[in-house]
């Protein structure tokens, strides 16, 4: 998961009094998780360490002195013994994570034994917590402290900036591989976007706790660091310089580090006061009764009635996610066909109901008045009639909602739907609940949502719509809201079908026209022909994390599902699949967590890397965020993350929707692409055969110059029967795949073997420039 700026998911705090806490320092709060364990879990099989909790409060005591330490007493939290439990830790990291802000800090120390376990040919890398059970971790792999939760739960979602420090023990054990030895996974590298790493390296296990320094080896040189060795002329020990003193000792195998800007000036320690008498001048340089807290989010105090609200419109049921012939909510049934969208009167009645009010409708104004398009039961026009009558200014542009007081049923709520240049659609709910009008402004905002929304999709969809159009209206929701969303857009993303349209190789002669690979492509069951485009769209509303999740959650069904039907089509001894193309987000390709998944994924459903290409959307800018710093270069930033990547993974990288948004030869040209796809809305551009002819000079670039032995392949994407461009003409660029139905495939959950001779030989011949129909066999 990837970092967030504040304006996209930083946590709201409530609303605090100025009051003083001389430990808080400027920039935000500043949180420590301090962990020492001895024991080796259940049945790790390691030896008792003999210093590691001792080290966990010596750096605990060196953090919080209250003289020289930088961190406050009440936000450090030492966990040692049976008290650093794997669940307890995760709980508290998750919390601190949560409620973070882009202005805090938060360090992590960890001494202890580690352990690498490998399951079905994947590794997984553990913190060895005394409740660790080895044997559990195949069929339940979450129990204990893994490193993946570490990086991509904490690390890469701390809205702040966080340091980690591991020394830890047998760091290289592969459990189950008698003495084999690995290196464990890294934690930090060059796209890791805010925070710094400091640990130890021992490949090869063994005790790093000597007699006589009576600490871990590299906690008495953090500990030396700490305690002034490693500080600056003013007497400060930055989390820079300290991993700078520890790193220059003699240590053999030199501790793996990696440092972002802000590690180098984040004050840990200031050993300095003990002589300079100084008081902290530059982390704590107001007053002591001067505190810096964060602006409270004016949603917060309304955060629980909105939930509220929307349990009654969305009400759960026992299955996650419903299929489309399910019941889905629990105001409208299905029927036999399956759901249906909610009729005008079931739709208001089921706002009067959540709503709490005596009554509802819809009414239509216009220049001469207004009509009722839907009521509730004891809604009375007539007694009604002049109050709405008098309020139809209100109900023109601009939109207002409002609240008509002391009238003889009681309060009266308007709300604009939806306003046309002589007509404006209005919601009128009688005597609605006083907690859900005390949410205001966004109650209008809800109710559009709601009203806009067929409610014939699965619950969790309907709510992800509202609160998604809360997030455009408003920006940053409270902590309770945005995770409720993440929560239910998790759900409805992993429970996406994949469906597979063929890459099709054209030519000439009919034998030499065939698949040449598939793209794999969501649908919300494998029976629904249309994209979920506006499910996929709204992750980029809420930031980078609801991307990298939408993406990681295709990315495993669509290699799972690939590797599932290829065994289908094929059986147990046919050879190698097929290359597969999946799509994927600028940003999910900067996450390391994403990336970490993407290894994972192919080598466990045993698919040979080089035939996995991912498809990155021309829709998404290559730029970077507020909090980072790509240099002037970005395209070539983003080249070398994508040779990173390449190298390490052995995968393919191709451009995709050539022709719309962020489109550039720049980026098509300067990218280290296999594959270049042109989208469909290009072929329909009155200058669309000169845009292919670029295309195709762009591809065969690299060889022209000598960069490369190979052009990268060109696919046209939407190629119908119709298109105004000709698979005659296409050949003749020199393009030699298409994709769309004229090749008469079309998405399907199942792969096939070939074409059909018929539909080879009809391709053929219009790549040969015949035209005429498909004849169909008797």
């Known amino acids: 998961m990837a970092n967030a700026e504040s304006n996209q998911i930083a946590a709201a705090r409530s609303p605090v009094s100025l009051m003083a806490v001389e430990a808080e320092p400027v920039g935000g709060r500043r949180v420590a998780v301090i962990v020492g364990v001895n024991d080796c879990g259940l049945d790790a099989a390691l030896p008792s360490l003999r210093y590691a909790e001792g080290d966990a409060r010596a750096v605990h005591k060196a953090l919080t002195d209250p003289v020289t330490g930088g961190f406050a007493a009440a936000d450090v939290f030492l966990r040692t ?62 129990e204990g402290l893994r490193m993946a939760f570490l990086r991509g739960e904490v690390l890469d979602r701390f809205k702040g900036h966080a340091f980690l420090v591991l020394d830890w023990q047998h760091a290289g054990s592969y459990v189950g591989a008698g003495a084999e030895q690995i290196e464990m996974m890294r934690v930090g590298g060059r796209h890791s976007k805010q925070h710094s790493v400091l640990m130890a390296s021992p490949r090869k296990g063994g005790s790093r706790e000597p007699e006589p320094l009576g600490h871990g080896l590299l906690t008495k040189h953090v500990l030396d660091a700490l305690d002034g060795k490693a500080a600056d002329g003013e007497g400060l020990v930055t989390f820079g310089a300290m991993t700078d003193y520890v790193v220059e000792r003699d240590i053999d195998p030199e501790p793996d580090l990696f440092v972002q800007s802000r590690g180098t000036t984040t004050v840990l320690t200031r050993p300095g006061i003990r002589t300079s008498g100084a008081v902290g001048a530059v982390v704590d340089p107001l007053p002591a009764n001067v505190r810096i807290v964060d602006l409270a989010n004016p949603l917060e105090r309304s955060a629980a009635a909105i939930v509220e609200l929307l349990v009654r419109v969305f009400p759960r049921h026992t299955s996650p996610v419903r299929s489309p012939t399910s019941s889905t909510t629990g105001a409208f049934g299905a029927t036999s066909e399956g759901p249906h969208p909610a009729r005008k009167q079931e739709k208001t009645e089921l706002v009067r109901a959540a709503m709490e009010a005596d009554a509802a409708a819809v009414l239509e104004y216009t220049n001469s008045g207004f009509v009722t398009i839907s009521a509730t039961r004891r809604f009375h026009e007539d007694d009604l009639h002049y109050l709405l009558r008098g309020t139809a200014q209100y109900t023109s542009f601009p939109l207002r909602s409002h609240v008509l007081e002391g009238t003889s049923v009681g309060r009266v709520l308007c709300v604009p739907l939806r306003h046309g240049l002589e007509t404006s659609l209005v919601l009128v ?70 469906v597979f349209q063929p890459i099709v190789a054209i030519d000439g002669m009919q034998q030499y026209v065939d698949i040449h690979s598939y793209e794999a492509l969501a649908r919300l069951n494998a029976a629904d022909p249309r994209a979920p485009r506006d499910l996929i769209r709204l992750a980029h509303v809420w930031g980078d994390e609801f991307v990298i999740e939408r993406d990681e959650a295709i990315l495993r069904k669509a290699i799972q599902s690939y590797a599932e039907a290829h065994r289908q089509c094929y059986g147990d001894n046919a050879g190698a699949p097929r290359p597969v193309s999946i799509n994927v987000a600028v940003r999910s390709l900067l996450s390391n967590p994403y990336v970490d998944a993407v290894e994972r994924t192919i080598a466990a459903a045993g698919l040979r890397p080089s035939s996995v290409t991912l498809e990155i959307s021309e829709q998404d800018p290559i730029e970077p965020r507020p909090y980072e710093f790509w240099g002037d270069d970005k395209l070539g930033y983003f080249h070398e993350r994508l040779v990173a990547i390449a190298d390490r993974l052995d995968i393919r990288f191709a451009v995709d929707d050539f022709g719309v948004e962020h489109s550039s030869v720049s980026r098509m040209a300067e990218l280290p692409l296999t594959q270049i796809k042109v989208d469909r809305a290009l072929l329909r551009h009155p200058l669309a055969y000169q845009e292919l002819e670029l295309v195709a000079k762009v591809a065969r670039h690299p060889v022209k110059i000598g960069q490369s032995p190979a052009r990268r392949s060109v696919v046209i994407e939407g190629v119908e029967d119709d298109s105004p461009i000709s698979l005659h003409r296409i050949y003749g660029l020199g393009i030699r795949h298409v994709q769309g139905f004229i090749t008469g495939e079309r998405p399907a959950p199942t792969i096939k073997r070939e074409i059909g001779r018929e539909m080879r030989e009809h391709l053929a011949s219009l790549v040969r420039g015949n035209r005429g129909p498909l004849r169909k066999s008797a």
């Not at 402004?441 to 067929?454: G, T, V």
Request: aromatic share 8%.
């Open 81 to 142: 013994g049976a008290e650093a439990d794997a669940r307890g830790l995760r709980t508290q990291l998750r919390a601190i994570t949560e409620e973070s802000t882009s202005s805090d800090t938060l360090f992590i120390y960890f001494a202890g034994h580690a352990l690498t376990a490998d399951w079905h040919g994947i590794a997984d890398d553990y913190l060895v917590t005394p409740d660790l059970r080895r044997a559990a971790l195949n069929e339940h792999p979450d």
């Open 429 to 498: 709910v009688v005597n609605p609940a006083q907690a859900l009008l005390d949410i205001g402004e966004p109650l209008a905002k809800i109710l559009e949502a709601i009203w806009a929304n067929d409610l014939s999709g699965p619950v969790e969809e309907g709510e992800i719509a509202v609160l998604t159009a809360l997030r455009e209206s408003f920006g940053r929701l409270p902590p309770r809201l945005y995770s409720r969303c993440f929560e239910l857009y998790r759900q409805v993303v992993g429970s996406f079908s994949m």
